[in-house]
């Protein structure tokens, strides 16, 4: 009897795990639908006007006695309501688009989407901010995401691009594409020039008797390799390739920057945010917290990013991935 009641009562916990979770999957596909976000990959929209006035009446709740914040609640709405309506037509738009950086700037597929959209719906007065945070990396891939960013100067769109923390290098290669660059008082600004560097395993190969061959089609097909042994023609090579690109490098932070002293500051030097105001590098020193607080005063700020579906492993590998490259 009790082990009959034993296995009734595994049965009744099976079915009640099955019955919850067949719910909250048909939760989970009704609120997809609902919000239109089935497919996994799409746009999200937050308004950052919201957010702050949610902070300052947390604040308030919390400070003041009950009746003094609802009263004060109730006058914050009123007033809210009444600008609304003055301002419905001429009250300007800044879009916010953060940008994280790592070596392949992997988040530029993002980005483009999250351009695109902007300029589908773009309309006079519209602005957009890119919050930058990246440290450089391969030179193909921050000039892609480089080339996202004159999109919106193409189409008239003021850009002014933020940098808390660090925009150097790569990172330096597309906030220069801004009308304005601001900064915080330490962040790094900077590194413009080029770097390759690998390590060559050809002795410790030949010591242990191991052959490496290596057959090209052209002089230059390879210059450096890994496990070969490598000639001055070819360091030589390189150097000049380095050196190509530097050139490049400064053309492009020229096109947008014509009044910088590339002789000094195209060296491949980081400087932090004050310094970098005193050599034309930025515009002003100001975070970006200060900058959307005084915009939010006469703008609607829109924070706007891409959301892309992954599965479990496809993100864990991605975590992997980005550890690794830090």
């Known amino acids: 009897m009790t082990e009959a009641l034993i296995d009734y009562g595994l049965f009744l916990a099976k079915t009640l795990t ?34 702050y006035r949610e902070l300052a009446h947390q604040l308030r709740r919390a400070s003041s006695p009950k009746k003094t914040f609802l009263k004060s609640l109730k006058a914050d709405r009123k007033a809210e309501k009444e600008r609304e309506k003055s301002l419905k037509e001429s009250r300007n738009r800044l879009f916010v688009i953060d940008f994280k950086g790592d070596i392949k700037a992997t988040e530029s597929g993002a980005l483009r989407e999250a351009i695109t959209g902007i300029l589908l719906e773009k309309r006079e007065g519209d602005r957009v901010l890119i919050r930058l945070e990246n440290a450089g990396g391969l030179v193909t891939e921050h000039g892609l995401a480089a080339s996202q960013l004159t999109r919106l100067r193409a189409r008239g769109i003021p850009l002014i691009v933020a940098v808390d923390k660090v925009a ?63 000639t001055e023609a070819g360091r030589e090579k390189l150097r000049q390739q380095l050196e190509e690109t530097h050139g490049l490098f400064k053309d492009f932070i020229r096109d947008y920057r014509p009044s910088l002293d590339l002789a000094q500051v195209a060296t491949g030097e980081y400087w932090h945010g004050r310094q970098a105001l005193a050599l034309g590098l930025i515009d002003e020193i100001k975070t970006s917290d200060d900058f959307l607080l005084e915009a939010a005063d006469t703008a609607d700020l829109y924070k706007v990013s891409y959301a892309t579906h992954k599965k479990p492993l496809d993100r864990l590998l991605s975590s992997l991935t980005q550890a690794v490259q830090r």
């Open 18 to 51: 099955i019955l919850i979770s067949i719910g909250l999957l048909l939760a989970g596909i009704i609120r997809a639908r609902r919000t239109g976000h089935l497919d996994g990959d799409h746009l999200e929209v937050t308004s950052l006007n919201d957010r």
């Open 168 to 230: 150097a290098s790569g990172g330096y290669l597309m906030a220069v594409v801004a009308d304005r660059i601001i900064a915080a008082p330490f962040a790094v600004v900077g590194s413009i020039g080029v770097v390759a560097q690998l390590p060559n395993f050809h002795r410790v190969l030949e010591r242990h008797g191991v052959d490496y061959e290596l057959h090209t089609a052209g002089d230059y097909k390879r210059t450096l390799t890994l496990f070969g042994e490598n």
